[in-house]
């Protein structure tokens, strides 16, 4: 079974910049498309960013394009997301996701996730 650990989450001024790190099991990390998702606080969670097995295909969505990036290292076992120009909006839970098909912007398509981490980025 995947197990996937998030970190790198805190509190932040706006404007500031975060790295989020998620690694994963060793085993299976390498055939799966990974996620990020966000949960602000009273709200449904909501899509982010993805990437390939490959790393080649990394839809975002689009309030986070050109602030967020996301990567992996597969040779760690780790994905992680730059987040940059951060806004108090971005402030949530960020959970890591792990789906063995395509990186979809869908939940239902993610079959491991992990216990996420805090953002919190102050005005």
């Known amino acids: 079974q995947v197990q996937l650990v998030e970190s790198g989450g805190g509190l932040v001024q706006a404007g500031g910049s975060l790295r989020l790190s998620c690694a994963a099991s060793?085993?299976?990390?390498?055939?799966?498309?990974m996620g990020w998702f966000h949960q602000a606080p009273g709200k449904e969670r909501e899509f982010v960013a993805a990437?390939?097995?490959?790393?080649?295909?990394?839809p975002y969505a689009d309030s986070v394009k050109g602030r967020f990036t996301i990567s992996r290292d597969n040779t760690k076992n780790t994905v992680y997301l730059q987040m940059n120009s951060l806004k108090p909006e971005d402030t949530g839970v960020y959970y890591c996701?792990?789906?063995?098909?395509?990186?979809?912007?869908?939940?239902?398509?993610?079959?491991?996730w992990g216990q996420g981490t805090q953002v919190t980025v102050s005005s």
């Open positions: 060793a085993r299976t990390f390498s055939d799966d498309a």
């Open positions: 996701a792990a789906t063995s098909g395509v990186p979809t912007t869908t939940i239902p398509e993610y079959a491991y």
């Open positions: 990437i390939s097995r490959s790393g080649v295909y990394r």
